[in-house]
């Protein structure tokens, strides 16, 4: 088997990597709290540099830069659009909503369990189920072609050209963006990921550009993940 650590990469570069123990875990998620929220923001329509807005039942085409109702549209392409509400961002995808006037979440992690080898975490990559191998010694999510065909990522067409330096020599891979990641139930959105030729590394790395996301506390056989 072939693991990767210490991943990175640059366009038509070599990357790094070192040996990597396999690893096994079990996960739950705990301590999620939250309110209902009183409005509801959604996208019906995406264009260019605008998106069509219904904010509580009213609809609203908004530019970039605009607000209403107390909802601010960032940015907007035909395949998604970033407003600002109550503090924060998001980014929304047609028929996709979120609520207004809500309350944070007080606690939030994830528990996972060593067993034998390590740590894994279930998630989701471009919105199908992926059990990943937790390497907070990779800098970015890696994946063999045979994950990548599974999770639909298509890395021959968009991907760019890199190498990787594996324990068993040098491979050919590819430098992809992942249209998003969840993990702990949260969604992270244009995921740099590198896409290794042939069936390794076995399992799907879970690297430190989604790890930094969250506070790390690692003891012994239990590894915590907060949201931040």
Request: hydrophobic share 45%.
């Given at each position: 088997?072939?693991?990767?650590?210490?991943?990175s990469?640059?366009?038509?570069?070599?990357t790094?990597?070192?040996?990597?123990r396999?690893l096994?875990?079990?996960?739950?998620?705990?301590?999620?709290?939250g309110?209902?929220?009183?409005?509801?923001?959604?996208?019906?329509?995406?264009?260019p540099?605008?998106?069509?807005?219904?904010?509580?039942g009213?609809?609203?085409?908004?530019?970039?830069?605009?607000?209403?109702?107390?909802?601010?549209?960032?940015?907007?392409?035909?395949?998604?659009?970033?407003?600002?509400?109550?503090?924060?961002t998001e980014?929304?995808?047609?028929?996709?909503?979120?609520?207004?006037?809500?309350?944070?979440?007080?606690?939030?992690?994830?528990?996972l369990?060593?067993?034998?080898d390590?740590f894994?975490?279930?998630?989701?990559?471009?919105?199908?189920?992926?059990?990943?191998?937790v390497?907070?010694?990779a800098?970015?999510?890696?994946?063999?072609?045979?994950?990548?065909?599974?999770?639909?990522?298509p890395?021959k067409?968009r991907?760019r050209?890199?190498?990787?330096?594996t324990?068993s020599g040098?491979?050919?891979?590819?430098?992809?963006?992942?249209?998003s990641?969840?993990?702990n139930?949260?969604?992270?959105h244009?995921?740099?990921?590198?896409?290794?030729?042939?069936?390794?590394?076995q399992h799907?790395?879970?690297?430190?550009?989604?790890?930094?996301?969250?506070d790390?506390?690692?003891?012994?056989?239990?590894?915590?993940?907060?949201?931040?």
């Open positions: 088997m072939v693991f990767l650590r210490g991943l990469y640059k366009r038509g570069m070599k790094t990597c070192t040996p990597l396999g096994l875990l079990c996960a739950c998620l705990l301590g999620l709290t309110a209902a929220p009183a409005a509801q923001v959604r996208v019906l329509a995406l264009f540099g605008k998106a069509m807005l219904e904010v509580d009213q609809r609203k085409v908004l530019g970039a830069g605009q607000r209403f109702h107390g909802v601010e549209l960032l940015e907007a392409n035909p395949r998604r659009a970033r407003v600002r509400m109550d503090g924060r980014w929304l995808r047609p028929g996709g909503a979120v609520g207004t006037h809500y309350v944070r979440a007080v606690h939030r992690e994830m528990r369990l060593r067993s034998g390590g894994f975490a279930d998630g989701l990559i471009n919105g199908r189920p992926v059990h990943m191998l390497d907070t010694g800098t970015t999510v890696a994946m063999s072609e045979r994950h990548a065909r599974t999770l639909g990522v890395y067409q991907g050209p890199a190498l990787a330096h324990a040098t491979s050919r891979a590819y430098a992809v963006t992942l249209d990641v969840r993990l139930g949260q969604d992270f244009d995921v740099q990921a590198l896409v290794i030729e042939g069936d390794s590394p799907v790395l879970l690297g430190m550009n989604v790890l930094s996301r969250f790390i506390d690692h003891r012994s056989n239990l590894m915590i993940l907060r949201a931040k």
